[in-house]
Antibody, heavy 118, light 111 residues
Framework: EVQLVESGGGLVQPGRSLRLSCAAS????????MHWVRQAPGKGLEWVSG????????GYADSVKGRFTISRDNAKNSLYLQMNSLRAEDTALYYC???????????WGQGTLVTVSS | NFMLTQPHSVSESPGKTVTISCTRS????????VQWYQQRPGSAPTTVIY?????PSGVPDRFSGSIDSSSNSASLTISGLKTEDEADYYC??????????FGGGTKLTVL
């Protein structure tokens, strides 16, 4: 069974940093691209960042470019999101998801909540 | 970059059929696959349609997807509505840089 478990969320002050992790199991991790998708409270889904299976291709939404860094460790079956210079508008539930080449995100974790507030 | 526009909300009665649209702002809807996700309150999204019109195993055939090049839109149709179908539905595609693009979501009420 595919499992994606996010961790690392919490309350952080504006301007500070946070690192999210996503532990994957139940599938061959390095066969798939991975993505981070977020959802602000009461709002819709927003794609944040994606990384190819070998980290050779990485992309970011304009809203986080230059502040967030995605990475993965295939040996540890883990995905990461380093978030710097956090803003109030980054407050959201952050999901990690697997990615197919067709653009489909078939598997999602349950999310980790990031709250940016003073 | 393009946007995907969905109606904010739709409502229909149990047993009826409802269609949710997803219109692409620029570029052809047929250029990149469209997915549809269902999200119930407090839960992560799950797929009801992928690659325009494919249903994952376990999704009933009451759910169907299509694309229409003339209106540059994708549609999710749910027939034989059940109260359990009440949820938020999101369309999703991707751009030429493989960046994901989500529609704003449609709240389906089954009353």
């Amino acid at each position: 069974e595919v499992q994606l478990v996010e961790s690392g969320g919490g309350l952080v002050q504006p301007g500070r940093s946070l690192r999210l992790s996503c532990a994957a199991s139940g599938f061959t991790f390095d066969d798939y691209a991975m993505h981070w998708v977020r959802q602000a409270p009461g709002k819709g889904l927003e794609w944040v960042s994606g990384i190819s299976w070998n980290s050779g291709s990485i992309g970011y939404a304009d809203s986080v470019k230059g502040r967030f860094t995605i990475s993965r460790d295939n040996a540890k079956n883990s995905l990461y999101l380093q978030m710097n210079s956090l803003r109030a508008e980054d407050t959201a539930l952050y999901y990690c998801a697997t990615g197919y080449s067709s653009g489909w995100y078939p598997n999602w974790g349950q999310g980790t909540l990031v709250t940016v507030s003073s | 970059n393009f946007m995907l526009t969905q109606p904010h909300s739709v409502s229909e009665s149990p047993g009826k059929t409802v269609t949710i649209s997803c219109t692409r702002s620029s570029g052809s809807i047929a250029s990149n696959y469209v997915q549809w996700y269902q999200q119930r309150p407090g839960s992560a999204p799950t797929t009801v349609i992928y690659e325009d019109n494919q249903r994952p195993s376990g999704v009933p055939d009451r759910f169907s997807g299509s694309i229409d090049s003339s209106s540059n839109s994708a549609s999710l149709t749910i027939s034989g509505l059940k109260t359990e179908d009440e949820a938020d539905y999101y369309c999703q595609s991707y751009d030429s840089s493989n960046h994901g693009v989500f529609g704003g979501g449609t709240k389906l009420t089954v009353l």
